[in-house]
């Protein structure tokens, strides 16, 4: 004799323990988000390469003197892999979207890195589709397609390129990195040593021959450049691989979102980036799913057979 269905009403749920590593996790991609704000007003422009070997080489060098860690086996060919999707290739977009679009608009096209993740998750990782979080991804990219689509915001063809290639290079990394994990005794700081001192060498040819060294760097140049490397990169990478290993990797991608969040912040407050209404509308859109994207969905309807 079958039975009915048995509704349950059980709202999403995040567990105190996992909010307090969502919350420092976050400060990353908030962090991340003045990048623009930092590229377009004091590094010197037309050179993403070098910007982008300061950023990562320094903080990788800063890294292994303060963990004492090298690679070993295995992990050195994986450092290169990850540093060069997660750093590597992803600092020179960033930089070059940076320098071609308004700094909201080029954040923002990282929003569709969480949707990345959700499928590379499937493929790689070999986790069951979450529909929840695929479903609030789409929510914020359709909220930050609002800001992007804004009637004040200029759609460089160059930029949107690199923005949305700079979004594919960190999606595959983060999944690989939940992926790999790190080995036992070596800390988050550790390996985000490992990546940005392999980012940082893969990018130093490159710079060196393509843009070579800016010519006056001046004092607000070296600042922004500080910023980028202590704060930018040597902190708020240790902070996101550790939350990498303890959060779900898709709902840790949409923490990004906070990202151009910031970015549209800093545009207005310092660069006087005018947002009309429905560029708000789409910001708020956006944050909305960052924040549903961190619940763990319950099960609304069980079915039961006897």
Do not use: C
């Not at 910023?227 to 996101?240: E, I, K, P």
């Amino acid at each position: 004799m079958s039975t009915t269905t048995i509704p349950t009403a059980t709202a999403p749920t995040v567990s105190p323990a996992r909010l307090d590593v969502t919350a420092l996790t976050a400060l990353a991609p908030m962090v991340w988000g003045s990048t623009y704000i930092v590229t377009t007003h004091l590094l010197p422009p037309g050179h993403p390469l070098f910007a982008a070997m300061m950023r990562a080489l320094p903080a990788g060098v800063i890294a292994l003197l303060i963990t004492r860690r090298l690679p070993h086996g295995s992990w050195w060919w994986k450092s290169f892999v990850l540093g060069t999707l997660n750093m590597g290739a992803f600092f020179p977009l960033l930089f070059v979207a940076a320098q071609h679009l308004p700094g909201g608009v080029a954040a923002t096209l990282g929003a569709a890195q969480p949707i990345v993740v959700a499928f590379l998750a499937v493929g790689i990782l070999h986790e069951r589709l979450s529909i929840w979080r695929v479903g609030w991804g789409v929510v914020g990219l359709v909220g930050v397609a609002l800001v992007v689509l804004g009637p004040e915001a200029g759609l460089d063809p160059i930029g949107l390129v690199a923005g949305l290639a700079g979004a594919g290079s960190m999606a595959t990394g983060v999944v690989l990195t939940k992926k790999w994990g790190r080995p036992a005794g070596v800390s988050a700081l550790g390996l985000a040593g490992w990546q940005l001192a392999a980012a940082g060498v893969v990018l130093t040819l490159p710079a060196m021959l393509i843009d070579g060294v800016p010519a006056g760097i001046d004092a607000p140049a070296v600042a922004g450049y500080l910023w980028l490397t202590l704060v930018g990169a040597l902190l708020t990478y240790g902070l996101w691989f550790s939350g990498i290993r303890r959060l779900p990797v898709t709902a840790t991608a949409l923490l990004g979102l906070l990202s151009p969040l910031m970015a549209a912040f800093l545009g207005a407050v310092i660069a006087g980036e005018a947002l009309n209404l429905l560029q708000l509308l789409g910001f708020s859109v956006a944050l909305t799913a960052m924040v549903a994207g961190q619940l763990t969905p319950s099960k609304h309807l069980e079915r039961h057979t006897s």
